[in-house]
């Protein structure tokens, strides 16, 4: 990370109603950071996706869990770090959804992976820390 870069950190509960903070949260730090809307829309609904992974797979639908959140952001690269402590995901046995097939829910890892350019999980000795980063697009202006 550039040294020009900045550091934030910000914890919230696994309650879908907080997830909507935490978009606002990452959107502006990416914002101030130059980022185009649509890396701030790709950053976002990826950080959406990993806090609803974590609220229904790492703390079974429970809304009490902790997920803790940091940024590492300079003006070429967002690093995001999505950290719960709940049960913890093995990246091995996740299986690509079949797009050709509607259903309900199963996209969210794929679309992360869609979204961002390089994503990590790292399992810890509670729960799962997941490591994404997204490099700035050129403005198309």
């Known amino acids: 990370m550039p040294e020009t870069g900045t550091l934030e950190a910000l914890t919230i509960q696994s309650d879908p ?3 909507r903070e935490a978009r ?3 959107a502006s730090i990416a914002r101030r950071n130059g980022f185009t809307e649509a890396d701030v829309h790709d950053l976002s609904l990826a950080l959406n996706e990993a806090c609803a992974n974590a609220h229904v797979h790492a703390y079974g639908g429970r809304t009490d869990g902790k997920i803790d959140l940091r940024v590492e952001a300079g003006m070429d690269r967002v690093r995001l770090t999505i950290r719960d402590y709940g049960v913890p995901f093995d990246p091995s046995r996740y299986a690509p959804p079949e797009l050709a097939q509607a259903r309900e829910g199963g996209y969210g890892v794929y679309l992360i992976t869609k979204l961002m350019d390089r ?3 790292r399992r810890t000795g509670i ?3 997941v490591v994404m980063d997204k490099s ?3 403005d198309p202006r």
């Open 17 to 19: 109603a907080r997830f």
């Open 24 to 26: 606002l949260w990452i």
């Open 119 to 121: 994503v990590e999980y």
């Open 127 to 129: 729960g799962t820390c």
């Open 136 to 138: 700035r697009r050129a």
